[in-house]
């Protein structure tokens, strides 16, 4: 069975810095694209930014130059580096990758539980 857990979101004032952190485990043969999405609150989940596995990033406009997405594939791990926070990142931040499997032998789209990030004015 595979599994994403984010960790590292948190409360912070607006200009600071956060590292969110999503760890693949599981059966894995491969990884391929990770992604971080996010939800606020009466809004509908959208794509933040995604890594594929060799390295190729995309990013929202609306954290162009302010976020990025790290990866380290010996630790099945993906980041979010987020600097220059500003109260409209607050939302629930979700991972999510795209993953071969060993057991079952399968490729399929993981989501993890999200983690909260809360930006104080």
């Known amino acids: 069975q595979v599994q994403l857990v984010e960790s590292g979101g948190g409360l912070v004032q607006a200009g600071g810095s956060l590292r969110l952190s999503c760890a693949a485990s599981?059966?894995?043969?491969?990884?391929?694209?990770m992604r971080w999405y996010r939800q606020a609150p009466g809004k509908q989940r959208e794509l933040v930014a995604g890594?594929?596995?060799?390295?190729?990033?995309n990013y929202a406009d609306s954290v162009r130059g302010r976020f990025t997405i790290p990866r380290d594939n010996t630790k099945n791990t993906v980041y979010l580096q987020m600097n220059s926070l500003k109260p409209e990142d607050t939302a629930v931040y979700y991972c999510?990758?795209?993953?071969?499997?060993?057991?079952?032998?399968?490729?399929?789209?993981?989501w993890g539980r999200g983690t909260q990030v809360t930006v104080s004015s």
């Open positions: 999510n990758a795209v993953i071969h499997s060993t057991t079952p032998w399968s490729l399929n789209t993981y």
């Open positions: 599981g059966s894995i043969f491969s990884i391929d694209t």
């Open positions: 890594i594929t596995s060799g390295g190729s990033t």
